[in-house]
């Protein structure tokens, strides 16, 4: 307001032209900081960095402190929030049930208006029958992927849908484009409710398959099919797959997502297989949606746990001490590095976990020559990396929050936290943003000293991560969607 009022007092003329110069560049300035997060993480690289500013140190669900606002889910959310265009996407479940043709145990995709939550519209979708996989509580846990005015997302029946961001007119009903069924098409078995978060680049959608062992957890049922697909983003076609055959040596379920990063002028695949091994792929060379799907080419392997049993790995299930690893959360691609948490399988394997930091420039195998550095970390890892400023963090089911040099695996501090986390952490204006399965989310200061800045106790568990978006910060609990902003 001063700024206007001086500009008041001066002269139509050169100092008007001034005025009108510096008012632009502000509102560029504003508008400039300010984004959605249409996907996962940074774009492509999967890193949960974001440069919003001016995001709150606290806030109070109880009080109303910094809530701008917030909406029931249900009782059962594991999506993490997407932003895009005037509106909030996020998987739950249909116990909240908002249409009366819709009820009964069904996974749902909500979309809410940015603004004020205002509900817009939802994708319901029935489970499975007679599948204990798709059965309970657990509704849609893919996030969305958002391009212009398209949807991309994994619904609980393991089916690729590509939506109308605006929904159907006149209806609160998604307007469903094209969908892909990844079970039918590449019998593909999936283990508890598909989860793949759809990498989108260029043409192409990549995602996980959700292959896993069946309800007895002793045997994959599908041992030929894909891990990591391809599918071409206008019809929905499948354009590749991989042919690495990971079904067999994964001892539960094919958990993590793809990410990208451009090496030595090339764009490359990174993807975490179930069977503990960090692969890099060539991006599909092919301009059109080849007669039948192409292999996925390797450019490098690098096994995040080497001495591990390989062979007749289900006999290892429930040794808490020994046993093959998988990955669950995702690689990030950082400054010509690859950063991946593997270890034993949360649910039935051994407690030993680490955070790998690989060399992507290589070619082979490069399970020995490709590793930088390797963190031991205290428990099971279901987190994906965020680094900023030379600096690493990552949560950890010991439950430990840590920091680290990206550039050593040099550790700068850690903080024992309330609950293990299942989400990752979100470095976003100097803070970094967590939750817990127990309720409690916190914010520390971004940097080499440990400075806690703020613990808040929500009303349930936290299962997703937070994100950050046009100055607010998205913030999802089991039951409720908070939208977090300066008030």
């Not at 709150?56 to 889910?73: C, E, H, M, R, Y």
């Not at 520390?444 to 607010?472: Q, W």
Request: hydrophobic share 40%.
């Amino acid at each position: 307001m001063k700024k206007n009022h001086t500009a008041q007092q001066w002269t139509l003329g050169l100092g008007a032209t001034i005025f009108v110069t510096l008012f632009a560049t502000v509102l560029f300035a504003i508008v400039a900081r300010a984004g959605d997060q249409p996907q996962w993480g940074e774009k492509f690289s999967r890193n949960m960095v974001s440069a919003e500013t001016g995001l709150p140190d606290a806030f109070d669900p109880k009080t109303g402190v910094n809530i701008k606002w917030s909406v029931p889910l249900g009782t059962a959310c594991y999506s993490t929030p997407v932003i895009a265009s005037g509106k909030v996407l996020i998987g739950a479940n249909n116990e909240q049930t908002r249409d009366p043709q819709q009820e009964g145990d069904r996974g749902v995709l909500l979309c809410f208006d940015e603004k004020d939550g205002h509900f817009c519209w939802q994708l319901a979708v029935p489970k499975l029958p007679g599948l204990r996989v798709d059965a309970g509580e657990v509704g849609i846990v893919s996030p969305a992927t958002v391009e212009g005015d398209r949807v991309y997302i994994v619904n609980n029946r393991n089916e690729v849908m590509c939506l109308n961001l605006n929904g159907k007119a006149n209806s609160a009903d998604a307007d469903v484009i094209w969908s892909f069924d990844v079970n039918a098409v590449l019998r593909v078995r999936q283990h508890d409710a598909a989860h793949s978060s759809i990498l989108l680049h260029g043409q192409y959608l990549y995602l996980c398959t959700s292959n896993g062992v069946d309800e007895t957890h002793l045997v994959i049922r599908s041992p030929d099919a894909p891990s990591l697909i391809v599918l071409d983003k206008t019809t929905g076609k499948l354009v590749a797959q991989d042919r690495e055959g990971m079904a067999p040596r994964t001892i539960h379920c094919t958990w993590s997502s793809p990410a990208l990063g451009e090496v030595g002028g090339k764009p490359l695949i990174f993807f975490g297989g179930g069977d503990g091994v960090c692969y890099a792929f060539d991006v599909p060379a092919t301009n059109a949606v080849p007669a039948s799907p192409i292999a996925l080419q390797r450019v490098w392997r690098f096994d995040c746990d080497p001495t591990a049993p390989k062979e007749e790995i289900h006999r290892w299930q429930e040794n808490r001490k020994e046993g093959p690893s998988n990955i669950t959360g995702m690689p990030v691609f950082h400054e010509g590095k690859v950063y991946v948490a593997a270890g034993g399988d949360y649910w039935h394997g051994k407690h030993q976990a680490w955070l790998k930091c690989i060399d992507a420039s290589q070619r082979g195998d490069i399970t020995h020559s490709g590793e930088v550095w390797s963190f031991a970390l205290n428990r099971h890892c279901l987190s994906t990396p965020s680094i900023f400023d030379g600096l690493l963090y990552i949560a950890d089911c010991g439950p430990t929050v840590h920091c680290l040099d990206a550039r050593t695996g040099q550790e700068y501090w850690s903080h024992a936290i309330k609950g293990e986390t299942w989400g990752s952490t979100l470095v976003a204006d100097g803070k970094v943003y967590v939750g817990t399965r127990r309720r409690a989310f916190y914010v520390f200061a971004a940097g080499k000293e440990k400075r806690l800045i703020s613990e808040i106790e929500l009303d349930s568990p936290m299962n997703s991560s937070p994100t950050a978006a046009n100055g607010v910060l998205y913030v999802a609990t089991m039951q409720r969607l908070y939208a977090i902003a300066k008030r």
